[in-house]
């Protein structure tokens, strides 16, 4: 920008403008006169200055609902249902099939031949895995998760198949509640599962839920059953937020 002098129109030196007051003083004729209008003329004719990003931190990702879990209103509560199905249970269910059947095989030849009792005591371990991994994909196929809030309480279940971890806890005790990341690793690499705990009004820690495959499934759990509790949430150590 630049300032002339309103009497002998002489450049006014940087040197002799005050910004602040928006006063000139001209060396030539010593006339002194405020050139304001000059500084909003500027202003003006200035394109706007980029907007830079803001380093401030922001709130976190309000998480949408997954796919799997539905979100009902009880008319007392909320109630979230998941549904436990994954496609890797495809996998599992063939898997299942071959190990079951070498098992049934091996017992029907040994007790058919009359073999001797360590053909029979041998596949035990075997037998235990079977039956386990045989439990587990009929869970994962037909079970569901419902975690309900309302009338005081909070409570998971596990159906129609039992499954451990069902619980009640009183809501008027939870105090917090936050997410965590589990790493698992095999000979085969390694994959994360989540987990959701609670922290009541003593600080004792609660485990929720366990084994959700996706970070958002816990996520929303957490910031739904707090905004319905009025929780608000805080930093906790080791959680895990997105």
Same mark, same amino acid.
């Given at each position: ?50 907007? $830079?990003?803001? *380093? ?6 309000? #998480?949408?609902?997954? /796919?799997? &879990?539905? !979100?009902?209103?009880? =008319? ?65 196929? $037909?079970?569901? *998760? ?6 005081? #309480?909070?409570?998971? /279940?596990? &159906?129609? !198949?039992?499954?451990? =971890? ?77």
């Amino acid at each position: 920008m630049h300032v002339y002098c309103t009497h002998c129109h002489v450049q006014i030196p940087a040197e002799d403008l005050n910004i602040d007051t928006a006063i000139a003083r001209c060396r030539s004729c010593q006339a002194v006169f405020s050139f304001a209008d000059a500084l909003q003329r500027d202003a003006a004719a200035r394109p706007p200055r980029p907007s $830079v990003p803001s *380093t401030a931190p922001r709130g976190r990702r309000d #998480v949408p609902l997954p /796919r799997g &879990v539905t !979100l009902e209103e009880t =008319g007392t509560g909320l109630r979230f249902v998941r549904r436990w199905f994954q496609w890797v249970v495809l996998f599992l269910i063939v898997f299942c099939v071959v190990w079951d059947g070498f098992l049934v095989f091996w017992y029907t030849l040994a007790f058919r031949e009359g073999a001797p009792w360590i053909m029979i005591v041998f596949p035990l371990g075997h037998l235990a895995v079977g039956a386990g991994l045989t439990y587990y994909v009929l869970c994962m196929l $037909v079970n569901r *998760t419902i975690v309900e809030v309302g009338d005081g #309480v909070l409570s998971i /279940r596990h &159906v129609p !198949l039992p499954w451990r =971890g069902n619980r009640t806890l009183p809501a008027d005790e939870l105090d917090q509640l936050y997410c965590k990341q589990r790493v698992h690793r095999s000979r085969n690499g390694s994959y994360e599962t989540y987990e959701i705990y609670a922290l009541d009004k003593t600080g004792q820690q609660h485990k929720l839920l366990s084994g959700l495959p996706e970070s958002d499934d816990a996520l929303f759990l957490e910031q739904q059953i707090e905004k319905y509790l009025h929780v608000r949430d805080r930093a906790v150590e080791g959680a895990y937020v997105g």
